[in-house]
C-alpha cells in the first residue's frame, strides 16, 4: 500500500521556544465577570432614564420661558396699540 501523507496545511508546526501554553480564566472568573457586566449593564440603563428626564425638564423649562414671552409679547402689543389709540385721539 501507498503511504498517505497530510496536507502541509494540517500538519502542526513544531512548537516555538519563546511561547509558552496559553492560560485562560477559570469558569468561575468568567462567571463572574459575566456578572460584573451586567451590573454595568443595568447601572448604565439606570443612567439613561436620568437623562432621558434631564433632558425632559429642560424642555419643559423651554416651553414654559416660549409660553412666558409669547405672553409678555401679547402684552407689550397691547399696551403700544392702547398707545397708539390715544396719541392718535390727541392728535385729532
Same mark, same amino acid.
Given at each position: 500500500m501507498d503511504e498517505v501523507t497530510?496536507? $502541509?496545511s494540517t500538519a502542526t508546526?513544531?512548537?516555538d521556544p519563546a511561547y509558552g501554553p496559553a492560560v485562560g &480564566?477559570? @469558569?468561575a472568573d468568567k462567571e463572574k465577570l459575566r456578572e460584573l457586566e451586567g451590573? #454595568? #449593564?443595568d447601572k448604565t440603563a439606570r443612567d439613561y432614564q436620568h437623562i432621558v428626564l434631564a433632558y425632559g425638564v429642560l424642555w419643559a423649562l423651554f416651553a414654559g420661558?416660549?409660553?412666558f414671552l409669547w405672553r409678555r409679547s401679547a402684552r @407689550? &402689543? $397691547?399696551d403700544m396699540n392702547d398707545l397708539q389709540r390715544r396719541l392718535d385721539q390727541r392728535a385729532r
Amino acid at each position: 500500500m501507498d503511504e498517505v501523507t497530510p496536507p $502541509a496545511s494540517t500538519a502542526t508546526p513544531p512548537p516555538d521556544p519563546a511561547y509558552g501554553p496559553a492560560v485562560g &480564566r477559570s @469558569l468561575a472568573d468568567k462567571e463572574k465577570l459575566r456578572e460584573l457586566e451586567g451590573v #454595568a #449593564a443595568d447601572k448604565t440603563a439606570r443612567d439613561y432614564q436620568h437623562i432621558v428626564l434631564a433632558y425632559g425638564v429642560l424642555w419643559a423649562l423651554f416651553a414654559g420661558y416660549g409660553i412666558f414671552l409669547w405672553r409678555r409679547s401679547a402684552r @407689550l &402689543r $397691547a399696551d403700544m396699540n392702547d398707545l397708539q389709540r390715544r396719541l392718535d385721539q390727541r392728535a385729532r
